[in-house]
């Protein structure tokens, strides 16, 4: 071998080495690329909050990092709706599994909307992310997102000021917020200037927006406030000013039925209903589910000349289950435009 052919192996075997102890980078023709060192926070994966549920992401970007953290979430999630969905089925079969699936990721869709960034990192362009869903009820998550932003009062006495969801605000944030009850997919949303919050299963409808209301001229007594499935009640109406009448029912998550409409009411005496409207009919308690209470609340809405409204659903012998009738945002609009008085029952099994 000459001297010159040892001299080409001895530089070969050098840049060998020199490529072998460069582990920073790589050589491939006459490119050099960098891979950068990542360290991972000290943070990701050991964040602990009892009131939220926490997902953890990464990704070479930020979008990328949230949804690995979404997709953490949601599996946890469906794996709840899982447990709450079992408890109703007695037997398993293709069709059972199939609905199920669908339930569950309608749920995680609606329930993630409520994800907010808790933390997050970059390092050289590759993303850490932590995103929280907040396990709390309602008005705690309404709390939340009122004292994250600069407060945005209502500035009318809209009937959703006198219930125990905006009470509860208040009395937590100072804040009297404009919210609003929106219509979400086969549910309901609070609106708060462009923040939207869900309102989920385990979230107690009647509690949260049924209130007795008697300040707007409108008087409505029921009697009795508390009566048995199947049992009589009547309501007692009186009113400042002479004109007319709607009377609606409103029961289980937002469904309303109109009982009647346009009945004669003057300054000087009071309507029991049904008694002088329908002489021979009683107003009768009713029970979706027999054995388990609910609270219904009866709307009066005044108005000083015939309402020809007629976009919601007529009493009739049953209760109508149909989505048609969840129509409380609509009623809330028209009580936000009229006079009204409001007043809630409990039905108790009998």
Not at 14 to 32: D, N
Not at 111 to 133: D, F, G, K, P
Not at 225 to 252: A, M
Request: glycine share 6%; hydrophobic share 35%; proline share 4%.
């Amino acid at each position: 071998m000459g001297c010159s052919q040892f001299k080409k192996i001895s530089l070969l075997i050098g840049l060998m080495v020199l490529c072998l102890s460069s582990p920073s980078y790589a050589f491939w023709g006459k490119e050099t690329v960098a891979i950068p060192k990542r360290i991972i926070p000290e943070w990701y994966g050991t964040l602990q909050d009892s009131s939220q549920m926490i997902g953890y992401g990464e990704g070479n970007s930020r979008e990328a990092a949230i949804l690995m953290a979404r997709k953490e979430i949601s599996e946890s999630i469906q794996v709840q709706v899982s447990a709450e969905t079992n408890i109703n089925v007695t037997k398993s079969n293709k069709n059972i599994t199939q609905d199920y699936t669908s339930t569950a990721t309608a749920k995680t869709d609606v329930l993630l909307l409520e994800t907010s960034v808790l933390r997050e990192e970059n390092q050289n362009n590759y993303w850490y992310i932590a995103i929280s869903y907040d396990r709390g009820n309602l008005h705690k998550r309404l709390i939340n997102m009122v004292s994250s932003s600069l407060c945005s009062p209502i500035k009318n006495e809209d009937y959703i000021v006198f219930t125990y969801l905006f009470t509860q605000i208040v009395q937590a944030t100072g804040c009297r917020p404009n919210l609003k009850l929106e219509k979400a997919n086969d549910g309901w949303m609070i609106d708060y200037n462009g923040q939207t919050r869900p309102l989920r299963d385990g979230d107690n409808f009647e509690d949260y927006f049924y209130a007795r209301v008697d300040n707007k001229g409108i008087v409505v007594n029921g009697s009795p406030s508390s009566v048995k499935n199947g049992k009589p009640f009547e309501l007692q109406i009186t009113s400042h000013e002479d004109g007319y009448i709607s009377i609606y029912n409103v029961y289980g998550r937002g469904m309303v039925t109109e009982l009647v409409s346009n009945i004669p009411i003057s300054a000087s005496k009071s309507v029991n209903f049904p008694k002088d409207v329908f002489p021979n009919n009683e107003l009768v308690a009713s029970l979706v589910n027999p054995k388990v209470s609910a609270v219904e609340m009866y709307v009066v809405v005044f108005n000083t000349t015939v309402d020809r409204d007629r976009r919601f659903t007529l009493a009739a012998s049953t209760i109508n289950p149909a989505n048609n009738s969840f129509l409380f945002d609509l009623l809330l609009e028209k009580m936000s435009q009229s006079r009204f008085g409001t007043d809630v029952f409990r039905i108790e099994p009998y």
